[in-house]
């Protein structure tokens, strides 16, 4: 399939949803409110690491360099006052913009006493001056970025990275806490879970619990390349799916067949007994996963390595007893796909702008790559409702167009292309998406993030 993506799609009127409400009591979903409840503000997509795992380092990335400006980020002002979180980063490292601290500042006079502002970072360049200058501007929450425990993969995995730098940044937050009389300042970690480092991630909590980290957000790895394929740990099945081969699968040891002869034996002409009751245990497994309106890939079910899982498993089961001794707030990931989808993108009201000022909905339609998420190439367009240099915040908010889009992705009736047997389809292998096969105009089908294994600070 070609490289090749289209421009980004600027989506200005939809009639269809003209009758839509715009809501502003806070008791309605942040969704429907008649402004955004969190922003995303992608400070630079500049950056002084070349982590291989990046988007950045992929040859299907679309992404144009630059930082945002001043007075693009003043135009944010009118959502300021009803934030419950602004977060300032996107693709690059947030302290290689020097305008930072100030947009810190200009958010937290408007904000409510009870919007917090944060943002991830690799921590090389936060050292005790620029520490103290972020906690004085009025910074809330920083995550800063460790994939490992050992130098030796930490330098590996964040090329040009080192753990000692991480050492240092925790340092300085926790002097720079004291010195600003900001003791609520909260401080904690993102791990990026791999083959290469999964194993160290209950040393890497224990690690950084030592040095002060409050929270810690862990997240799988995106594979945006192919040769990232092997790195990823999460397994490319629903959960609900997994839970329901799991029952089959027990009934066939009771009855001593092998399910996993299903292809063999489904096409022959005449079977056996035994390979009848094969075919008729699948076809009621597939019965019953459409009557509960769960996606069945059988080849992938097939071919789970149920002693990997239950390691992965035993290795959060590590991590959780480590954070609860420690006292660190742990967000893990789901180890499997989630069947029950839920986008906190846009349930919780989040808005994303990019450097130069587009508005998108979320992580996965925020820029244009190619991604292997699933197994197989995909590549993503950005989803864009307008730009801040043509029109307010709150006007791109309030659009027909976005409005529409929200209420379509709540109603969840898109196609779960992970689990589908037939994708990648020609729905979704295009250079311009324009439906689904459910025909809906919402390209989330192939979405991973609201199945639970992506992660971020929100």
């Not at 957000?217 to 959960?239: K, R, S």
């Not at 197989?376 to 027909?400: C, H, M, S, Y």
Request: net charge negative; aromatic share 10%.
């Amino acid at each position: 399939m070609s490289q090749r993506v289209a421009s980004p799609t600027v989506e200005l009127e939809n009639p269809v949803a003209d009758s839509l409400p715009v809501v502003a009591d806070p008791a309605v979903s942040p969704a429907r409110r008649a402004h955004p409840g969190k922003l995303f503000v992608e400070s630079t997509t500049h950056c002084n690491l070349g982590c291989f795992m990046c988007v950045k380092q992929t040859a299907g990335c679309g992404m144009t360099e630059g930082e945002m400006a001043p007075d693009l980020f003043a135009t944010l002002e009118p959502a300021f006052p009803h934030l419950e979180a602004l977060v300032l980063n996107g693709v690059g490292e947030p302290l290689l913009n020097p305008g930072l601290e100030q947009f810190i500042a200009r958010a937290r006079r408007s904000m409510p006493a009870s919007g917090w502002i944060g943002f991830q970072s690799n921590g090389l360049l936060l050292d005790n001056s620029r520490a103290r200058s972020l906690v004085n501007a009025g910074l809330d929450k920083i995550c800063l970025s460790i994939d490992a425990a050992s130098p030796e993969t930490f330098r590996r995995l964040r090329e040009g990275g080192e753990l000692l730098a991480i050492d240092r940044a925790f340092s300085a937050l926790s002097a720079a806490r004291k010195e600003c009389q900001r003791p609520e300042l909260q401080v904690g970690i993102e791990f990026v879970l791999m083959n290469s480092n999964i194993r160290e991630l209950p040393a890497a909590l224990a690690w950084a619990a030592d040095h002060g980290a409050s929270f810690a957000i862990v997240t799988h790895v995106l594979p945006y390349a192919e040769q990232h394929g092997d790195e990823a740990v999460y397994v490319n099945c629903t959960d609900e799916a997994i839970a329901l081969f799991d029952v089959y699968q027990a009934k066939a040891r009771r009855e001593e067949i092998e399910l996993s002869r299903y292809f063999e034996v489904r096409w022959k002409y005449s079977r056996s007994p035994a390979e009848q009751r094969i075919v008729d245990l699948v076809d009621d497994l597939k019965s019953e996963a459409k009557e509960r309106d769960i996606f069945l890939d059988l080849k992938k079910l097939f071919r789970l390595d149920l002693g990997r899982i239950e390691e992965l498993e035993g290795v959060f089961a590590q991590a959780e007893a480590i954070a609860r001794a420690r006292g660190v707030e742990l967000r893990l990931p789901e180890l499997a796909l989630r069947e029950k989808r839920r986008c906190s993108f846009v349930e919780e009201g989040g808005a994303f702008v990019s450097w130069d000022g587009n508005v998108s909905p979320c992580y996965f339609l925020w820029h244009r790559y190619s991604c292997f998420a699933s197994g197989w190439l995909q590549e993503v367009q950005p989803k864009v409702f307008g730009n801040l240099a043509q029109r307010g915040i709150l006007d791109i908010w309030n659009d027909t167009a976005f409005r529409s889009f929200r209420e379509n992705v709540l109603a969840y009736d898109y196609p779960n292309c992970s689990g589908c047997g037939l994708a990648p389809c020609d729905y979704i292998q295009t250079e311009e998406f324009r439906q689904d096969c459910h025909i809906k105009d919402v390209p989330c089908g192939a979405c991973l993030w609201c199945m639970g294994v992506f992660q971020c600070l929100r």
